[in-house]
Every structure is written in structure tokens, then in C-alpha cells.
């Protein structure tokens, strides 16, 4: 399928919602809180003009798409782009365009294409000053082997849920991350 096809395929947020059952909450908290820069605004009042459409990939139970998704929300209405979710676990065909140094299916991934459906953007799974911030906390992990890997591995993805929850500087540097590269790519 052609990219265009993967977003008529894909959910509108409204319906991703509808089918949230994990973070749903925590999610819509973020999008209600957040509020872009004046600056920013203005820049992607210009992105509008490229009329763009932005194909999600991800999954609700996924930490950093509860984070990045309603960030990428509301840079999307400012820049008058229309979104559609496509789940990744059941669409692993487009997920396997798309891995994270070309072997993870980390997301969510945002993909933004022209309205002749050609990618002129992507993005994800999280912005690079969010992703030191991880790295640097799972390297306090033990061994995968170690009797306690998984209970300590759990603490810390709460631990990171957290963060991203009620850590609002967070959201600006998502936000910072998305539109750098729609300024790059785009403008």
C-alpha cells in the first residue's frame, strides 16, 4: 500500500481514543495541559500552507506515545495537518518501514506526507533530549539476567511514566523536537 492508502486506513483521534484502554486518561491529561509557544504558532501557520497529513503508528499501552501523540495533537491543529493512528501490531507491514536504527518497532513513529501521499517527514520514536534522559536511567538496570531484571525494569517504566506524565518540561522539548524537524524538512 502507498502511503496515502496507509492513511485512509488509519483511525482519526477521536476513534483512537474511543479504543484507548491503557493511558487513555494520563494521555488526554497531557493534550489539555499542553499549549505550544507563540513562536511555534506562528512557524507552523506556515506549515499549514504544505497542507500535510501525518500517519501515526502506534499503540496505546506504549509509554511514549502517550507523551508524543497529544503533543504531535496539537502541533497538527496548529498546522491545519490531518492525523490518522494506525496500531501497530496490526500493521507490522508499514511498522517494518519504519524501525528505530533498522531493527526495532519502537514508537510511535509520526510519518508526514504531501497530499500526493509522499513522506516529506518522519519522526520518532522520541525526541533525542528524551531518549539521553531514558538511556541514562535504564543503564541503572542490573543484568537482563539477574533474578531482579524484571522487577526493576517495571519500577523504571513506571518510574519513566511518570516522568512524562507529570514532568511538563517534557512536553516542550517534545514539541521543540517535532517542529525542528518539520522546520528542516518542510519549510
Known sequence: MNLNEWFAKGLTYEQYKENMTVNREEMETIYRDFSLKTEETSLLQKVAQQQLNVIVITEDWCGDALLNNPILMKIAEAGKMDVRFVLRDQNLELMDQYLTNGTARSIPIFIFINQTGDEVAVWGPRAPKVQEMVDKMKASLPPSDAPDFKEKQSALF??????Y???????????????????????
Do not use: C, G, H, Y
Not at 513506571?158 to 516522568?163: G, T
Not at 506524565?165 to 519549510?187: H, M, P
Open 158 to 163: 513506571k518510574q519513566i511514566k511518570d516522568l
Open 165 to 187: 506524565v507529570n514532568d511538563t518540561s517534557l512536553r516542550d522539548i517534545v514539541s521543540d523536537s517535532i517542529i525542528a524537524t518539520l522546520r528542516e524538512k518542510v519549510l
